[in-house]
């Protein structure tokens, strides 16, 4: 089909051939002709104004009670007019607003990456996958002077904008922190003061905070109220819940946390986790504590990497593949 | 996803809220309406009656939070009364049991 | 230049004492019917924010002549409460129409010039064009 041309001409005659034949096509062109009309920012006042002209071309007697009418209508059409061009203005707004939004989410990334360390004698795995486009999880790795491995998890109230921004100053604190070794304890405590210093009443972060260290395999942790992780005994075939009291983030000024000690055996495995992994629901029901365990041990012997991936398909496929909130997963393991 | 809220006033200075449903990212911001005018008055008491909240989510413990902060500021008291056992670990993992008067003798379903 | 009249605005029926004036006006310059609905719809908006917010004012009409166009100019001049937030009055989805596209930024969008001056307390003065093409 050729191109309409949108002038009155072309209109006055589709407008009689309608008339004459009643013909379905005319009608379609019709139709064709008010999406290109929309498309060039044709308000509708103009088009009645052409359908008006063709009529007294075509009609030439036409009684002035008609004509008169098309003024009344135009009229009535004027509103619809600027609300379509106010539509198409917001439209425009929201398309930039988009993708203002995927440029913040890259930054974030860049901003928030870290890299999972290579340390000898430990298998070290690690996933966040964000429910919207831009995670409120965090996780972050940090091999001191010392040669000892950091490593935070944290998890920010709510999603999206907010809670990425609220990150975002969780890791300029942290990477202002010194370089030499500090006890999980005195970096919660700092970072404490931190967010409760600039967040909103209503916000706040959980946070586990551990640190391995590689000389004697002993893993030191403290939690700001996250949600405990898991600690795995190769020799007795056992979890057990990997959790330290303490307030989250951001509440009070002057919380004081709690620093905990394990010997890690050859084979042990400690698991880190954001409430995204235990919050994952089935349906209306929650998933079970048994249940993460059960996963976590099915795949307990691949490589590090490789469990954290396989537990997260798990819970993808359980929630029908539409995350509900952001996933994070670590997995620390000692060689055997 | 609802929740409803019921307040009642029996005395001056002693209000009783009861919530029914899911306090979560949806239907926190309406609470917070509600609960935190609650809160501004000297020596108030805010019982908040959690009996029918099977879900809660972080966007809501925040709430509660602020609640709490707003209780500091204005010297009033809010007691959480009647929390079932998963929204209880919330508020135990995140350490809020510590600082926040939470009536356990009236646990649910404990 | 030729004379300004004008339509003081103290109640609803003055809006269309307003428009008439308005449509005298643009069809002596010789604009065509669309452009009538457009002008009188533009200040309709214009007597009707008088009207709404400012309790009183006044529209003012001028046939505008250079030596290569003509138009129309429109003046809506208030002394009410003024307009702190200008921004946002221009802004789309935020006009008093709620979403119904009219408010100041649809008289911007129905008209070929718009200026706004507003001082909190002393009132409010819109000035608006439209030329014959």
Redesign the interface.
Known sequence: MNTLRLDLENYRDLLAEYIRTKDERALYQAEQFSKQSMQQNISPEEIINVHLRSLQELYPELPDYILDSFDFLMETMMSYGLAYQEFQALREKQLELKSEISVAANMQKTLLSTTKPEIEGLDIGALSVPAKQMNGDYHHFVIDDEGSLGVAVADVIGKGVPAALCMSMIKYAMDSFPELRMDPKYILGSLNRVVERNVDSNMFITMMYGMYNTEDNTFSYASAGHEPGFYYHKERDEFEEISAPGLVLGVSPDSMYEQYQKQVDEGDMIVLLTDGVTECRKGDDFIEQEEILEVIREYKDLPSQEIVENVYKYFERLQDFQLRDDFTLIVLKRDV | MNLNIDVKQPEERYSVMTLEGEVDAFTAPKLKEELLPLTEAENALVEVDLGGVNYMDSTGLGTFISALKSTKEHGSRMRLVQMEDRVYRLFKITGLTEIMEIDTSVRGGM | MSDQSCVYIKKEWDIVAARQMGRDIATKVGF???DQ??I??AISELARNIYLYAGSGKICFEAIETVQKKGINIKAIDEGPGISDLAQVME??FSTSG????GL??VK??MDEFDIVSKSGEGTTIESTKWLR
């Open positions: 065509g019917t669309v609905a457009r009188a719809t789309d989805g979403g119904l596209g009219a930024p649809g969008r129905l």
